[in-house]
């Protein structure tokens, strides 16, 4: 099994955490009082880039905004599928006005792009996972977006619903590892919603609370590379038995504003 990992190239978009800041609250995990190393952050950032070229992969960059601290979240921004992008309608007010930063940057690049009429926040609960699209509700993005998800893309969605306000969106809980397995934490999700995915991902990687709270599951990756908190070394060694390369990129900065690698990056595919 460990031989049959192939990593496909991917392309990324990044914004620069010039501005980035915790100046407001809308997850238990900030705290307006907080001082942000934004040297250290933008060390932080930049090390994570080189690491994605260095393991061949694209990364654009959007121009951040003074007075949008989390836009260097980009994975907030839109879930792009097929050169389609589905953009973004933030839940907190602070963050609204990243919707058109980034839909500015699509634009200029090419692409189309679709104004959800409901909550949604990107990548943050629409993970494409292969057959379908797995989409977090519970704190942010609405379940009616679900279903402008689907409607957009022509693309099966499959709803799960997020419990535990440390995990407020999907991705903070799930990642995909490749086109027919992903790895995740149970305990962040309803009852049924556990029964849906142990039902649909049976060899499935699954964390424990730990690794979960210090990122490890806002990981990136490749099919074989897997961009990874360095603290989350249990997920880390059951990743490596499965057959994937554990990539440590320590992101421990931005874990202030409950952000981590994969908040970091929008995938455009395409």
């Known amino acids: 099994m460990p031989d049959s990992r192939v990593p496909r190239p991917r392309r990324f978009l990044v914004c620069e955490p ?6 407001y609250a809308i ?3 900030m705290n307006p009082d907080t001082r942000v190393d934004v040297d250290l952050a933008q060390e932080q950032w930049r090390s994570l880039i080189s690491a994605y070229r260095a393991h061949g992969h694209t990364v654009d960059t959007v121009e ?3 007075g949008l601290p989390d836009m260097v979240f980009a994975a907030n921004s839109a879930v792009v599928v ?3 992008v589905f953009g973004s309608s933030f839940h907190a007010p602070e963050r609204r006005p990243e919707s058109t930063a980034y839909e500015t940057w699509f634009k200029s690049a090419g692409f189309d792009v679709y104004r959800p009429e409901s909550v949604c926040e990107g990548e943050g ?6 057959r379908w699209i797995l989409a977090g509700t519970g704190f942010r993005t609405t379940r009616e977006a679900h279903h402008e998800v689907q409607e957009y893309f022509g693309v099966p969605v499959i709803g799960l619903t997020l419990t535990d306000p440390y995990f407020y969106h ?4 799930l990642f995909v590892l490749d086109e027919s397995n992903i790895a995740y934490y149970p305990g962040a999700f309803s009852p049924g919603s556990r029964e849906v995915l142990a039902r649909l991902y049976p060899d499935a990687v699954v964390a424990t609370r730990e690794d979960a709270m210090t990122f490890g599951l806002n990981s990136v990756s490749d099919g074989h590379h897997v961009f990874i908190d360095p603290g989350a070394t249990a ?3 059951e990743l490596t038995r499965h057959g994937y390369l554990p990539v440590p990129v320590d992101l421990s900065e931005f874990r202030k504003a409950g952000g981590g690698i994969k908040c970091c990056t929008q995938e455009i595919r395409s």
Request: hydrophobic share 50%.
């Open 18 to 23: 010039r501005h980035f800041a915790v100046q």
């Open 27 to 29: 997850n238990p995990w």
């Open 170 to 173: 999907l991705d903070t809980a």
């Open 82 to 84: 097929d050169g389609r």
């Open 235 to 237: 997920l880390a060694a």
């Open 125 to 130: 609960d629409l993970v494409p996972a292969g």
């Open 64 to 66: 951040p905004v003074a």
